[in-house]
């Protein structure tokens, strides 16, 4: 079992249509990352944060660390959005630990 | 545009040959990493530099070499790979350990 669950694995959706995308964890951690992913490979950061919640544009991110989990939730989803969004966690001696990723796709 | 650039973006490679990759950053960043994504995996740690100076080696093969010449630029050295080490390499930096990573573009490797 990966130490970074993310769910679900596959999401598709309509244009317009508000997504959830979660991420629990099972180590102590320093701060928790939400990433994108696009097809061409490169990884862009979105959200780093190790409380409350966080919001950039249509994206929010939350964290509860009680209950080790996380969400990131896009608004009024767009086409553009579809990519991989990958949730790591930072744990001891400062090590990013990654989930595999959940695939997005938004269709117009 | 992240500010960390990797060369090239894709690589064929046979498994007697030596290529290497490289990573450049301009964000004046002290760590930089190597990580390794397999197909259906989550992303894998290789190696860590922290101010020039590697600093961990995630149990890499022999067959990937690191070298960090200054703290702009970090490469891959690569000889004998197996097909199994096909994947996106991807390079990230940190301002230090504990913040936000800025990564590359990857480098989408094939070997044959």
């Known amino acids: 079992k990966n130490e970074v669950e993310q769910s679900p694995q596959n999401l598709t959706a309509q244009e317009g249509e508000f997504i959830t995308i979660n991420c629990s964890y099972s180590?102590?951690?320093?701060?928790l990352h939400w990433l994108q992913q696009h097809p061409g490979g490169g990884i862009v950061s979105l959200f780093m944060?190790?409380?409350g919640k966080k919001k950039h544009g249509r994206l929010i991110a939350t964290i509860n660390i009680q209950e080790k989990h996380s969400s990131l939730h896009i608004t009024a989803s767009h086409p553009r959005d579809s990519a991989v969004y990958i949730c790591?966690?930072?744990?001891?001696?400062?090590?990013?630990?990654f989930g595999t990723g959940t695939r997005l796709q938004v269709f117009p | 545009e992240t500010g960390v650039t990797q060369t090239p973006r894709h690589l064929v490679m046979g498994m007697t040959n030596k290529k290497s990759l490289k990573c450049e950053q301009h964000?004046?960043?002290?760590?930089m990493y190597w990580y390794k994504q397999s197909a259906k995996k989550p992303l894998e740690l290789m190696f860590v530099?922290?101010?020039?100076?590697?600093?961990e080696n995630n149990s890499v093969p022999s067959r990937f070499s690191p070298e960090c010449p200054n703290s702009s630029h970090l490469f891959l050295h690569l000889h004998t790979l197996q097909p199994e080490d096909s994947a996106l390499y991807l390079c990230?930096?940190?301002?230090?350990?504990?913040?936000?990573?800025?990564f590359g573009q990857g480098t989408r490797l094939t070997v044959v």
């Open positions: 790591a966690v930072r744990g001891h001696g400062d090590k990013l630990i």
């Open positions: 180590v102590g951690i320093s701060a």
């Open positions: 944060l190790s409380s």
């Open positions: 964000l004046g960043h002290n760590a």
């Open positions: 530099y922290n101010f020039k100076e590697q600093t």
């Open positions: 990230a930096t940190t301002r230090d350990r504990s913040t936000e990573a800025f």
